[in-house]
């Protein structure tokens, strides 16, 4: 009985993540928030092929490994969350809000240990943001988060209620921050308070490092304003998409983008000397 409620919640769920995705294209769409610079639907193509490489490799790699310690840690009291004293639901906010703050401090990582940065640099490259660069990601970087997920599922005690849990909403987030979708401004400055935005990701998405190195969060906005790292004082308009050593879209195509973190490494932030190449 239990097997097949949880199935029946998992379609039921996927299903509004599959609505809210359709949603959110469609509105990015209707009410963009920056110009896009690049042709269509050639640079979404590649988005959604890295995406479904990515995907694949979480399937292949990362629930094999979550599913199961997700499973011990219910079934053991093992981990973090698992020895509190509070009812389950309590534990099961605690251990989603701890998944959340813990991928802060890995994305972090991602951008300031060099060889994380080789595999992250292919989501950043996107000459535009749209809720498909939320789906741009090198298959090699899901392989190497792997490991990473399965800590944060054993010492935190994530049960496999919570893990769905965070899973939806992880996935639901970074397709809304990451698009191109234009709230009104008094509005999404009452939500930055709370969740991640589009705006907030946009600066994060900037070529200018300084820029960059803010607005890390990928659920809650929270940890940017515990860490001081958030911000919201850059006007879409002034920001230029991607990092200034990769400006061509030949640059960022399928194959260069699957290449590019086992060839020469360039310097992310120094300029080409070429202009970015507007291609609509």
């Known amino acids: 009985m239990d097997k097949g409620r949880d199935r029946t919640m998992m379609i039921a769920g996927g299903a509004l993540l ?53 499973e011990r840690a219910e079934r053991k009291r093992d981990g973090l969350v698992q020895a509190l004293p509070l009812p389950t639901w309590a534990r099961d906010a605690a251990a989603v809000l701890l998944m959340d703050y813990t991928i802060y401090l890995w994305h972090v990582a991602t951008h300031k240990v060099p060889l994380l940065w080789r595999f992250h640099l292919v989501h950043h490259v996107d000459l535009d943001l749209d809720a498909t660069t939320a789906l741009r990601f090198h298959a090699a970087d899901m392989a190497i988060s792997a490991p990473y ?23 639901l987030s970074i397709l809304f921050h990451h698009s191109n979708l234009a709230l009104p401004e008094r509005f999404e400055r009452i939500l930055a308070r709370f969740f991640t935005t589009p705006r907030m990701h946009g600066i994060h998405h900037s070529a200018v490092q300084d820029e960059t190195d803010s607005n890390w969060s990928s659920g809650f906005s929270l940890w940017d304003h515990l860490h001081g790292t958030f911000r919201l004082d850059v006007p879409q308009a002034e920001i230029r998409i991607g990092v200034p050593a990769y400006c061509e879209p030949n640059e960022t195509g399928i194959a260069a983008s699957l290449a590019m973190p086992f060839g020469h490494e360039r310097d992310a932030w120094e300029a080409s000397d070429r202009k970015p190449t507007v291609t609509q």
């Open 18 to 70: 599959g609505l809210a995705a359709i949603a959110l294209f469609a509105g990015e769409k209707k009410r963009p928030l920056r110009k896009a610079t690049q042709a269509e639907p050639g640079r979404s193509l590649t988005n959604l092929v890295l995406g479904a490489l990515s995907m694949a490799t979480v399937a292949l790699i990362e629930a094999p490994l979550t599913k199961p310690l997700a």
């Open 149 to 171: 997920r399965a800590a944060q599922v054993a010492l935190i005690g994530v049960s496999p209620r919570a893990l769905r849990i965070w899973q939806g909403w992880f996935f």
